[in-house]
């Protein structure tokens, strides 16, 4: 391979044959196991396209009611995470809490049986139900409070947001909660998914397949986005700063969170669902004061940056519903994980399921046959060898 072939960031690198989701970033279209994103968000429910994904096809009524059940009876955690939590600084970030739990899980559930598939559903399940409970349980906790058990009565995503808020969400938020987890929940070869992938290569237990991921998935280029986003907001403030706000990060060429895409060359369709929701949230909870600026923000990009397929991702609405929700801005991305996890894991079984460990190659830029030059003659760069 020689230094013209080498692809930066694998753009456009083929890394595996896969039947799970479908991108098409010229028409803004993304199907789940073949089925449009917008007919699932109108129609199914997160668990429902949780299965979906990781299953291959919808359940039946038998199945989902199965299925819903086992979650539901594997939401709690044990109190030695919860105990073992209480123990992480209250400024850490969600996402390293959640990244350290998901981790713990495997001290947990040591056994590793990947050939059986009740051991794989039983990851399955343990991982849909414990993470929503772990994301409320870290919050809760530094606040200074004790973590809210989950509601047998209530589902999935309601239950969660109970167990944040500490109180019964309003059903139309609930389903918004639901439907913003479908959104998220699954998007091809995407840099945590890929982190998935290749830990899962090394057949290694679902724990920590799901813990690498989550460490991905906490950068500002990936999930961190959607809470750069309203920070971005907040600084830019008010619809007649936002010009000049775009202006100065082009001449900067810095990027404008919330924008852009390896995949879409047009908006996002998630973009568009989730913008539809916000104005939902906002005829029954009231408006935000950032959607203006953010409206702005997209016309004013789109005319500086749509010959260059610049256009909002899915992360540049999800914060204003996120917001109206009410959950804090640094619990955004354990969000995006907690849906995430049903496309981490559809990847993680069919990976194990036709596997082969990833070793990709390298091109070598350094030097050959270099000098081991002795320690006392070697000169300290940072004080250009005069010493101190
Ligand atoms: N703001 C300003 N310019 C942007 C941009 C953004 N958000 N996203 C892309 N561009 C510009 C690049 O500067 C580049 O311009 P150039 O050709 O003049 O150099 C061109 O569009 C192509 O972008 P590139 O950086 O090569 O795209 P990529 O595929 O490597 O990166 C992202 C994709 C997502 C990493 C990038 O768009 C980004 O950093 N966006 C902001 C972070 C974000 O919202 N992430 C969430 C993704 S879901």
Redesign the pocket.
């Known amino acids: 391979m020689t230094i013209g072939e080498f692809k930066p960031?694998l753009?456009g690198v083929p890394a595996t044959l896969s039947n799970i989701s479908f991108v098409d970033g010229q028409n803004g279209v993304l199907e789940y196991r073949g089925i449009p994103i917008d007919v699932l968000a109108q129609q199914s429910t997160f668990l429902e396209t949780a299965y979906l994904l990781i299953w291959g096809q919808l359940p039946t009524q038998l199945e989902l009611a199965e299925f819903e059940h086992e979650i539901q009876y594997h939401r709690r955690i044990k109190y030695r995470i919860r105990d073992m939590m209480k123990c992480f600084p209250e400024s850490g970030h969600p996402m390293d809490a959640l990244q350290a739990s998901a981790a713990a899980l495997g001290l947990f559930y040591a056994r590793r049986d990947l050939d059986n598939p009740a051991y794989i559903r039983g990851a399955v399940v343990r991982l849909l139900a414990k993470i929503p409970t772990m994301v409320a349980a870290f919050q809760l906790i530094r606040k200074g409070n004790d973590p809210v058990q989950p509601n047998d009565n209530l589902s999935y995503s309601a239950n969660f947001l109970y167990m944040l808020n500490e109180q019964q969400p309003d059903s139309i938020a609930a389903r918004i909660m639901d439907i913003c987890l479908i959104l998220h929940a699954e998007?091809t070869i995407?840099a945590s998914t890929f982190s998935a992938m290749v830990t899962a290569s090394t057949l290694t237990d679902p724990y920590a397949v799901v813990a690498s991921a989550v460490g991905t998935l906490a950068g500002?280029?990936?999930?961190?986005?959607?809470e750069?986003?309203i920070l971005m907001l907040e600084q830019i403030g008010s619809v007649d700063r936002v010009e000049a706000f775009v202006d100065q990060?082009?001449a900067q060429?810095?990027?404008?969170?919330?924008?852009?895409?390896?995949?879409y060359k047009v908006k996002?369709p998630r973009a568009t669902i989730l913008q539809k929701l916000v104005e939902q949230l906002f005829e029954k909870f009231g408006r935000d004061e950032y959607y203006d600026v953010a409206t702005t923000l997209e016309h004013v990009?789109a005319d500086r940056?749509g010959h260059?397929?610049?256009y909002p991702?899915?992360?540049?609405y999800s914060g204003l519903v996120y917001r109206k929700l009410g959950i804090p801005t640094d619990l955004f991305t354990p969000v995006f994980a907690i849906s995430r996890v049903a496309g981490w894991l559809a990847h993680w079984k069919e990976q194990i399921g036709e596997n082969r460990i990833f070793r990709p190659t390298q091109i070598y830029t350094g030097s050959h046959n270099s000098p081991y030059v002795p320690i006392k003659e070697r000169i300290d760069s940072s004080t250009n060898g005069l010493g101190t």
């Open positions: 960031g753009e998007h995407n500002p280029l990936h999930g961190g986005a959607s750069e986003v990060k082009i060429k810095s990027k404008i969170m919330g924008f852009g895409h390896r995949v996002d990009v940056m260059k397929g610049v991702n899915v992360d540049f």
